[in-house]
């Protein structure tokens, strides 16, 4: 199995650029990161990304899809092509990771799977985007300079379309996409620890829409 077969590789493609957010989903149970999946595509965004570290990830991505067939559901691979396997097993629809991994990316785009690579350096982001990754995730971003290093990054690579992730926040959001980020990977800002431990889904609700919003204004504001 190479993926969930309701939804092609262009379709993906097409929603992460029109919503221009994937949350990035790293709770401490299967339970929560079902319920903040739920709270987040009631709150407008029709995107998760299953991170590694939850227990039973694989389960999740298989109760998500099942749970809720127009939510786009993506995994984290951290350690190689047995997982990335697995992960599309159990019906994944996208795969990324916080690094590069060649052999996944080729996977990936010999099985017309969906596959945002990670990389940090322009050197990474050349290598990514050449082996045929459909986005390149530049993470993280907040400790290498933030909208300043994705503006940087965007000049000799106009044609890159680079999502960044790794400590974008409510106040920053707008500036990343200014700067010439396509989407934004969004954490704990998006996904209070608080919100989650005390099952607030209003508050992730919120929180989602407001990220919306973000990402719609700031695009209003550079036509």
Same mark, same amino acid.
């Given at each position: 199995?190479?993926?969930?077969?309701?939804?092609?590789?262009?379709?993906?493609?097409?929603?992460?650029?029109?919503?221009?957010?994937?949350?990035?989903?790293?709770?401490?149970?299967?339970?929560?990161?079902?319920?903040?999946?739920?709270?987040?595509?009631?709150?407008?965004?029709?995107?998760?990304?299953?991170?590694?570290?939850?227990?039973?990830?694989?389960?999740?991505?298989?109760?998500?899809?099942?749970?809720?067939?127009?939510?786009?559901?993506?995994?984290?691979?951290?350690?190689?092509?047995?997982?990335?396997?697995?992960?599309?097993?159990?019906?994944?629809?996208?795969?990324?990771?916080?690094?590069?991994?060649?052999?996944? #990316?080729?996977?990936?785009?010999? $099985?017309? +799977?969906?596959?945002? /690579?990670? =990389? &940090?350096?322009?050197? %990474?982001?050349?290598?990514?985007?050449?082996?045929?990754?459909?986005?390149?995730?530049?993470?993280?971003?907040?400790?290498?300079?933030?909208?300043?290093?994705?503006?940087?990054?965007?000049?000799?690579?106009?044609?890159?379309?680079?999502?960044?992730?790794?400590?974008? #926040?409510?106040?920053?959001?707008? $500036?990343? +996409?200014?700067?010439? /980020?396509? =989407? &934004?990977?969004?954490? %704990?800002?998006?996904?209070?620890?608080?919100?989650?431990?005390?099952?607030?889904?209003?508050?992730?609700?919120?929180?989602?829409?407001?990220?919306?919003?973000?990402?719609?204004?700031?695009?209003?504001?550079?036509?």
């Amino acid at each position: 199995m190479t993926g969930n077969a309701h939804w092609t590789r262009e379709q993906i493609r097409k929603q992460i650029r029109e919503t221009g957010l994937i949350p990035s989903i790293r709770v401490d149970s299967a339970e929560a990161a079902i319920f903040v999946s739920e709270q987040i595509a009631a709150g407008g965004i029709p995107i998760v990304e299953i991170t590694a570290t939850i227990p039973n990830s694989d389960q999740v991505i298989l109760d998500l899809t099942h749970r809720f067939p127009k939510l786009i559901v993506g995994a984290e691979v951290i350690s190689g092509l047995d997982e990335a396997q697995r992960k599309l097993d159990a019906g994944a629809m996208f795969l990324t990771g916080p690094g590069y991994f060649q052999e996944i #990316t080729r996977y990936c785009v010999e $099985h017309e +799977i969906t596959v945002i /690579a990670g =990389a &940090l350096t322009p050197t %990474e982001v050349m290598l990514a985007y050449e082996a045929g990754a459909d986005f390149v995730k530049v993470f993280p971003c907040a400790e290498v300079g933030g909208h300043h290093y994705i503006r940087a990054l965007k000049a000799p690579l106009p044609h890159v379309p680079l999502i960044a992730a790794g400590g974008v #926040t409510q106040s920053s959001a707008p $500036h990343f +996409i200014s700067a010439g /980020a396509v =989407a &934004l990977g969004v954490g %704990e800002d998006l996904v209070p620890r608080q919100a989650v431990r005390g099952r607030e889904g209003a508050w992730i609700r919120e929180l989602a829409s407001r990220f919306l919003n973000f990402v719609r204004q700031a695009r209003a504001e550079m036509k």
